[in-house]
């Protein structure tokens, strides 16, 4: 597996995480005073994670 491919299956891993955790423990986040509804973590949960195993995969398929 490529650096840069390792440096970003870490990175949307870690995205897909710090979304999830949301999703757990329900952490409010304010926009310009505006409480963010839960769906865009549930979104960016799945696509960080998607692309994270994408990558992965991707990476440990002989070339």
Known sequence: MKFATLIAVVVFSLVAIAHLLRLITQVEV?????????W?????????????????RQGRSPA
């Open 30 to 38: 304010l926009i310009g005073g505006e409480v963010m509804p839960m």
């Open 40 to 56: 865009p973590s549930f979104a960016g949960f799945l696509l960080a994670g998607i692309l994270a195993i994408a990558l992965w």
